[in-house]
């Protein structure tokens, strides 16, 4: 394991050691820690379903008339694994899509995806 020499400010030391001695935890385990919950990479947020869902519809609302797409299609690989229920999120695009008359369902792929063609 790498050794990394630091200065350490005098009263932060004497919390860490009166924490070692108390919890029985060394003090480089310690540091270990903090140093890596302050490097973690949060999790990421899911998205709003409302939010989900302006954002297909607007972006449905944006494709060339006649043109057919996929609601995962109206969203980044990373905006779509936010999404935290896409099957509903598709019923309700296809209900608020139809109802605007932004779209209409056309079928389905071969992985059971929703076809749309924009109207």
Do not use: C
């Not at 005098?10 to 903090?34: F, S, T």
């Not at 936010?82 to 605007?100: C, D, H, Y």
Request: hydrophobic letters at 40%.
């Amino acid at each position: 394991m790498p050794q990394l020499f630091l200065s350490i400010e005098e009263e932060v030391l004497q919390r860490l050691l009166e924490r070692a001695l108390k919890y029985a935890v060394p003090l480089e385990d310690q540091i270990n820690e903090i140093l890596a919950r302050a490097t973690a990479t949060p999790p990421p947020q899911q998205m709003d379903f409302s939010n989900a869902l302006a954002t297909a519809v607007g972006r449905a609302a944006e494709r060339p008339s006649a043109e057919e797409f996929l609601l995962e299609n109206l969203f980044s690989p990373e905006e779509w694994r936010l999404i935290p229920t896409p099957k509903v999120l598709g019923r309700e695009f296809r209900k608020e899509v139809e109802r605007q008359g932004i779209a209409v369902h056309t079928g389905r792929t071969a992985s059971n995806k929703a076809i749309y063609r924009r109207q």
